[in-house]
């Protein structure tokens, strides 16, 4: 080889036209400022509000015209303090209870500032960050007891993670030649419980199949599908000249937290020749939780398993995961012929196979290291104990509404989620919500609400890490409190 150092290289030319800091000291006393103003508010997350709502003044701000001339990091960091912090989410906080958010962690949060340093590129090519991702990947696969030649992705979230596993159910159900042809007039229908995520139906609208084509099948009283309907769908469909192709199991479902029988699901699907796809967003990580591990049971058959790392596992947002048992199959879904034959096996293009061909992205951001970060410091054990304990918190919470007359629960507790309500003899619905409201925006507490069989309930999910048991009462106290004003006014 030829001497190729710099040195050996010299250009005449010397310009500084890029956007790297002229201070550069400067710049990293400014960088540490915002670093240490993130842990403060880490640190200090329970004594802060719950949510705020945003003020007038603030969305005023925030509708400011694009910035023609630079502001500065200090003062950036100064309008991020004042306009954005105080009035984020409130998913930090160990009272928010709405929906099904995860905390985050501290070390989540150092994680997304080396990767954004480091800015990969995850499409392809041959670099460490991809082995990271594999590794994750790997280690997902071995919790779950899928193959460890499985393969996957790290994803936005399981809302696409469920369209790619409904998209690689698609391809695999019409071959090669549905690539180009598209569906053909063939009448795909698939199977789920009308407990599932909306985006399951969502991801068949996206898919090109029709939500019409998705059958809801009723879930039973412990809010698992129910087997001896699936069954029934799926011998009318064939009759009528459909075609059954995709069997979707929750584990985990979104207002109760159920997990479908999942060994019978994939049983079933076995029998019918079915692609059985799990979507398993919050529930799927129970895994981590030797006690609660054998709610799974079956999720190990899955041919693809969609989850999210952002709600238990507690990883800052956002990060998703699809695994595929084969992904021979997710291949078959996503990978461009012509690219894929011009890999190179040498150099920086080599590195084969490329994560961009098992699913719709090119470039694609380095989810994988705030994952890897947060194994790896916490340890499967201790996020094994905070799911566990996301589950006692919810009995706790359950036995305290049981016990509270004035207060009646609305489902079984499955794993995290508890759905009850305040008693009102009238305008129950309507005063449950204001009740919400309410305690929302007095900041001391942050549950949401769904509907369960046509009434309105208050659902506390239990994810964030931070909940102690004390939060759990502070929370009946409040709604207490707040239920007897309402029904004395
Ligand atoms: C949250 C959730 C989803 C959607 O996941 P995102 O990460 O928000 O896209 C899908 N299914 C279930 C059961 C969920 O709880």
Redesign the pocket.
């Known amino acids: 080889m030829p001497d190729l150092s710099p040195a050996a290289l010299p250009s005449p030319i010397t310009d500084s036209a890029d956007l790297d800091p002229a201070d550069w000291p400067g710049f990293r006393a400014g960088a540490h400022a915002a670093l240490d103003l993130m842990l403060d508010h880490l640190q200090t997350i329970r004594e802060q509000p719950v949510w705020r709502p945003t003020p007038s003044s603030v969305r005023a701000a925030l509708r400011a015209p694009l910035p023609e001339q630079p502001q500065g990091l200090a003062a950036v960091v100064d309008q991020f303090d004042r306009l954005i912090r105080p009035y984020a989410t409130g998913n930090l906080h160990p009272r928010f209870m709405g929906w ?1 958010h995860g905390g985050g962690t501290p070390v989540g949060m150092v994680a997304e500032m080396l990767a954004g340093g480091l800015n990969a590129n995850l499409g392809g090519r041959d670099h460490a960050p991809i082995l990271v991702e594999r590794q994750v990947i790997g280690w997902m696969a071995a919790l779950f007891g899928l193959p460890q030649t499985a393969g996957g992705l790290l994803v ?5 993670a ?1 369209l790619i596993g409904v998209l690689i159910a698609r391809r695999a159900a019409l071959g090669p030649t549905s690539r180009a042809s598209g569906l053909g007039g063939t009448r795909l229908v698939a199977y789920t419980s009308a407990a599932a ?1 909306g ?1 399951i139906p969502r991801a068949m609208d996206m898919a090109g199949l029709g939500t019409a084509a998705l059958r809801m099948i009723p879930a039973d009283p412990a809010g698992r599908i129910a087997l001896p309907a699936l069954e029934a769908a799926i011998a009318a469909d064939r009759a009528a000249g459909h075609r059954p192709f995709l069997l979707v199991g ?1 584990a ?3 207002d109760t937290g159920a997990i479908d029988d999942l060994g019978a699901m994939a049983a079933l699907a076995r029998r019918e020749a079915l692609w059985f796809h799990v ?1 398993g ?3 799927a990580l129970a895994a981590f939780a030797p006690d609660l591990r054998p709610r799974l049971a079956g999720i190990e058959r899955a041919d693809s398993l969609a989850f ?1 790392f ?2 238990w596992g507690q990883v800052p947002y ?1 990060a ?1 995961c699809i695994l595929v048992r084969d992904p021979a199959h997710a291949e078959a879904a996503f990978a461009a012929p012509a690219a894929y034959l011009r890999r190179e096996v040498r150099g920086l293009a080599g590195g084969a196979p490329w994560p961009c061909d098992f699913g719709p992205d090119l470039s694609r951001g380095f989810r994988a290291l705030k994952v890897w970060f947060t194994l790896k410091t916490l340890g499967a054990t201790a996020l094994g104990r905070a799911i566990a304990r996301s589950c006692s918190l919810a009995e706790t919470l359950a036995a305290r509404v049981d016990a509270e007359p004035e207060l009646e629960r609305m489902a079984p507790v499955a794993l995290n989620i508890v759905c009850f309500r305040y008693r009102f003899a009238t305008d129950s619905d309507a005063r449950n919500a204001t009740l919400v409201a309410d305690l929302q925006e007095a900041g001391i507490a942050a549950p949401s609400t769904t509907v369960l069989d046509g009434r309105l309930a208050i659902r506390a999910a239990l994810v964030n890490h931070r909940t102690r048991e004390a939060d759990i009462h502070t929370l009946v106290e409040a709604v207490l409190r707040l239920g007897r004003h309402s029904a004395s006014g």
């Not at 936005?156 to 696409?160: C, D, F, L, W």
Request: net charge negative; glycine share 18%.
């Open positions: 099904v936005t979230g399981t809302s696409i469920n995520h985006c929750t985990g479902t979104v979507d967003a919050f529930g999210d952002h709600k956002d998703g």
